[in-house]
């Protein structure tokens, strides 16, 4: 089993749902940095066969890692 299948819901997952309407956008956004922020981070945790197979080098995973979250 790869390490991506043993993943849950991950920490950064914001509801906007809960949000007040004139709030919604800003929670929205912030979820999507956030879940940014944890994608790139999950980046360095592949080895470099499972990179590969998406076409990274360690290289760009950590190019990729090393981005500001709001990016």
Same mark, same amino acid.
């Given at each position: 089993?790869?390490?991506?299948?043993?993943?849950?819901?991950?920490?950064?997952?914001? @509801?906007?749902?809960?949000?007040?309407?004139?709030?919604?956008?800003? +929670?929205?956004?912030?979820?999507? &940095?956030?879940? %940014? !922020?944890?994608?790139?981070?999950?980046?360095?945790?592949? @080895?470099?066969?499972?990179?590969?197979?998406?076409?990274?080098?360690? +290289?760009?995973?950590?190019?990729? &890692?090393?981005? %500001? !979250?709001?990016?």
């Amino acid at each position: 089993m790869s390490e991506l299948s043993k993943t849950h819901t991950h920490p950064a997952h914001i @509801d906007a749902s809960g949000c007040a309407s004139s709030q919604r956008g800003l +929670c929205f956004r912030l979820s999507a &940095a956030l879940q %940014r !922020w944890y994608q790139r981070r999950r980046l360095l945790r592949l @080895d470099e066969r499972m990179l590969r197979d998406i076409g990274l080098s360690r +290289c760009d995973a950590e190019r990729e &890692a090393a981005k %500001r !979250w709001r990016k």
